[in-house]
């Protein structure tokens, strides 16, 4: 062995372009490695990383994890259908949360944004009361991935309301 | 692969390349945004500031494309030594950080009527934020090296270690409760109805065909920067 270790290259019946060849083969090797070690390390931390990195909890969270009332905590899921009430002062506003499994009753006092709907996403900052509803300090909307022209949902929620109002006329 | 190796036979290609993107680019930015601005309807909920889109869409996709070739250069460095990957590489970065800076900037424009807030600390907005970080330490480090027109191996490594960021943009809004909402269009279709479509898509082409242009101009630039120090160094030893 010790007599191949100072043969120089193009010995051991490998020419320099074989050698070059090999070389090349070590760096894509050990760049494949590495990349894949890269990729092991961050699914690992971003496994590691699914509670904390969440911008906001369910209610079904909130059920499960039981944060204590007064613990600052934001809440986020769909505004549960028929269940925005405003107040008499004009800028409470009292709804429920859902995200399919729990729910959750959320009082709001300012003004909402645009896309505050029934059915729409909301993500809000704020603590539990002890009566078990979330008080909001901020109210944020959630704009979910469909974007649907005027014109189409007119179809079956405006254009039947504005139907009404025209025969009520 | 390697017949491009030769900067002459690069520039015989990159010189009419960069025109017919410059051009072609800018003409589908002009017609997508025009008729997205002027033709295409208004969101349900968000109204006209969901023509913000053509914009934000096209910029951000970019910025994360720039990236993964910027990873995809550096692994052709290292591994086999192409001499123009770290041109490309570099002239990727400035672009690249410029997209995404557009991206973050319309994205809060957007917010601000849609959400109710400029900005947030979510998966998705942070995710890119440090995005706009890495092409930075990036620029530094590759104008750090002292390679001629190229940058050091330790460039191409931060460019490669860099690209896990990536996914994690990508799959930021699954992972995570986000603000942001999922992907619209994925390998299985689109949610966003094709009256927003296809302006959009049009615009993507437009804005690719723009970045490809800066990039190539920008490798020209570095390559003529390079022939000009060599040939300063040669009249010095003269």
């Known amino acids: ?61 909130i059920a499960e994890k ?14 549960e259908e028929g269940s925005i009430q405003r107040g008499a002062d004009g800028v409470t506003v009292e709804f429920v949360v859902h995200d399919g499994t729990a729910k959750q009753a959320v009082t709001y006092t300012g003004i909402t944004p645009d896309l505050f709907v029934e059915g729409s996403g909301v993500v809000a900052d704020g603590k539990l009361t002890d009566g078990g509803v979330f008080r909001a300090d901020t109210l944020l909307a959630k704009h979910d991935e469909n974007y649907v022209p005027r014109e189409l949902d007119g179809i079956d929620m405006t254009g039947a309301q504005n139907k009404t109002e025209t025969l009520v006329q | ?40 309807p208004a969101d349900r909920l968000m109204g006209d500031s969901v023509r913000i889109l053509y914009i934000h869409v096209p910029t951000v996709w970019l910025a994360m494309g720039g990236w993964t070739s910027i990873a995809i250069a550096s692994i052709v460095q290292i591994v ?25 900037i319309t994205g809060s424009i957007w917010a601000r009527p849609t959400w109710g807030t400029w900005w947030v600390w979510d998966g998705r907005v942070t995710s890119v934020l440090v995005l706009f970080f890495l092409y930075l330490a990036y620029i530094a480090l590759a104008n750090a090296s002292s390679e001629k027109g190229g940058v ?30 999922p992907a619209s269009i994925t390998a299985g ?12 898509l049009v615009n993507v082409v437009g804005f ?10 920008r490798m020209r630039a570095i390559l003529a920067e390079t022939k000009v120090e060599a040939r300063l160094r040669r009249m010095a030893a003269e």
């Open chain 2, 152 to 181: 050091s191996r330790v460039t191409a490594i931060f460019g490669i270690v860099g690209a896990i960021n990536i996914p994690i943009i990508n799959r930021s809004v699954v992972w995570w409760n986000t603000l942001h909402q």
């Open chain 1, 66 to 79: 039981q944060p204590k009332a007064g613990q600052a905590i934001r809440l986020g899921g769909m505004v």
């Open chain 2, 189 to 200: 279709g689109s949610s966003i109805d094709s009256a927003f479509l296809w302006p959009l």
């Open chain 2, 208 to 217: 690719s065909l723009l970045f490809g242009a800066i990039v190539l101009m």
């Open chain 2, 80 to 104: 086999w030594r192409h001499p123009l990957a770290a041109v490309a590489a570099r002239g990727v970065a400035v672009p690249g950080a410029l997209f995404t800076a557009l991206g973050l």
């Open chain 2, 1 to 40: 692969m390697h017949a491009y190796a030769n900067p002459a036979r690069f520039l015989s290609l990159a010189k009419p390349l960069t025109l017919w993107f410059l051009v072609v680019g800018i003409l589908l930015i002009a017609f997508g945004s025009a008729y997205g601005i002027l033709a295409a």
């Open chain 1, 1 to 61: 062995m010790g007599l191949f270790r100072y043969a120089p290259i193009g010995a051991k019946g490998r020419t320099v372009e074989q050698e070059k060849m090999k070389a090349k083969h070590q760096r894509l090797t050990l760049a494949i490695l590495a990349l894949v070690a890269l990729i092991g390390a961050s699914l690992l931390a971003a496994y590691a990383l699914q509670d904390q990195a969440s911008y906001f909890y369910t209610p079904s969270d």
